[in-house]
T-cell receptor, first 112, second 111 residues
Framework: DAGITQSPRYKITETGRQVTLMCHQT?????MFWYRQDLGHGLRLIYY???????DKGEVPDGYVVSRSKTENFPLTLESATRSQTSVYFC???????????FGPGTRLTVL | AQRVTQPEKLLSVFKGAPVELKCNYS??????LFWYVQYSRQRLQLLLR??SRESIKGFTADLNKGETSFHLKKPFAQEEDSAMYYC?????????????FGKGTLLTVNP
């Protein structure tokens, strides 16, 4: 399917485990973003990437690692998951100079 | 630092009533403002942006730089407008295309 996809859609893991959330887009957008959505906090930016091999921290990067070896993929890794990382994670992409960000369907992550 | 404030977590109106979702921002530069919407079981999507001055699904929003506000309005709410609404800000002079989101307002339109 064309567009932006995320996998898995649902994930349950345990504290201390490593988890990788995948994001894939077919538009060749240069910018990609990872957000987490929490009740009472709205959407907060974790990391973003301006192009392949270029990434930068957002508002809440601690405990997360990203990479972008290919333009179309932007995986997010929780190196040692904690309960506070239980959240819904959204990936998004955009192509300057257009401002609109296109969002994936989200991954609901539960850390036990 | 830029900040977006949506003072109402929840807003409930009846069908046919006017609705206004408030958004205030703090930013020293020249901002671009957006409204994003997330319908139940759907993806977050752009509703409108201030620079286009358009009306989407009957919604409008005017950027008031004096009051640093970008309130979303609709004269007659419909049940299908029930959703989570996020106001977002971007630095128009910036090169990183990041968005800062408010905490969101959950709108419920009752029949």
């Amino acid at each position: 399917d064309a567009g932006i996809t995320q996998s898995p859609r649902y994930k349950i893991t345990e504290t201390g485990r490593q988890v990788t959330l995948m994001c894939h887009q077919t538009w060749s957008h240069s910018y990609m973003f990872w957000y987490r959505q929490d009740l009472g906090h709205g959407l907060r930016l974790i990391y973003y990437s301006a192009a392949a091999d270029i990434t930068d921290k957002g508002e809440v990067p601690d405990g997360y690692v990203v990479s972008r070896s290919k333009t179309e993929n932007f995986p997010l890794t929780l190196e040692s998951a904690t309960r506070s990382q239980t959240s819904v994670y959204f990936c998004a992409s955009s192509e300057p100079p257009y401002e609109e960000q296109f969002f994936g369907p989200g991954t609901r992550l539960t850390v036990l | 630092a830029q900040r977006v404030t949506q003072p109402e977590k929840l807003l409930s109106v009846f069908k046919g009533a006017p609705v206004e979702l408030k958004c205030n921002y703090s930013y020293s530069g020249s901002p671009e403002l957006f409204w994003y919407v997330q319908y139940s079981r759907q993806r977050l999507q752009l509703l409108l942006r201030h620079i286009s001055r358009e009306s989407i699904k009957g919604f409008t929003a005017d950027l008031n730089k004096g009051e640093t506000s970008f309130h979303l309005k609709k004269p007659f709410a419909q049940e299908e407008d029930s959703a989570m609404y996020y106001c977002a800000l971007r630095d128009s002079g910036g090169s990183n295309y990041k968005l800062t989101f408010g905490k969101g307002t959950l709108l419920t339109v009752n029949p």
